[in-house]
């Protein structure tokens, strides 16, 4: 930021910036979604390779190769686990857009300056642990406390 204080920008930027925020949140949250749809198609395949096995070892069970069956239900597991992981990634992304959005609407209505505007988004992104949703993009916080050694 050119203006550490604040006082050269107005509310309306930061309300822009928020909105930005929880727009590329909400991207980043959709990507995942289709991720997460890719694994699930990938599971429904895993269970029928699973079945398939099941059922050609007839119903002695003597034809079944119990290690690939207990490979591809180790595979299941494991895809299942990535995508309980993802759900919860999505869950975060979207409560920080919602959070960005909720301070978008505050900012509009309650702040006339833009040092505040700058002091409440800082304080909502620090809050928030900001800062680990974008790798390739810095946040307000970040600016704001780069040249601080105690971060606040």
Do not use: H, W
């Not at 003597?62 to 290690?67: G, K, L, R």
């Amino acid at each position: 930021m050119d203006d550490e204080d604040g006082s050269s920008l107005s509310p309306e930027e930061f309300v822009e910036y928020c909105e930005t925020q929880a727009g590329l949140l909400s991207g980043r949250v959709e990507t995942m979604a289709s991720e997460a749809d890719e694994l699930l198609d990938d599971i429904d395949a895993e269970i029928a390779e699973i079945r398939t096995r099941l059922d050609e070892g007839g119903p002695e069970g003597d034809d079944i190769d119990a290690a690939a069956v207990a490979e591809l239900e180790t595979d299941l597991d494991e895809t299942r686990a990535v995508v309980e992981t993802k759900r919860a990634r999505m869950v975060a992304f979207r409560e920080l857009a919602d959070g960005y959005v909720s301070l978008a609407e505050d900012l509009r209505s309650d702040v006339d300056d833009g040092r505040e505007a700058m002091e409440r988004v800082v304080r909502f992104e620090a809050d928030a642990d900001a800062p680990v949703y974008f790798d390739d993009r810095k946040t307000v916080y970040e600016a704001a406390t780069e040249g601080n050694s105690d971060g606040e």
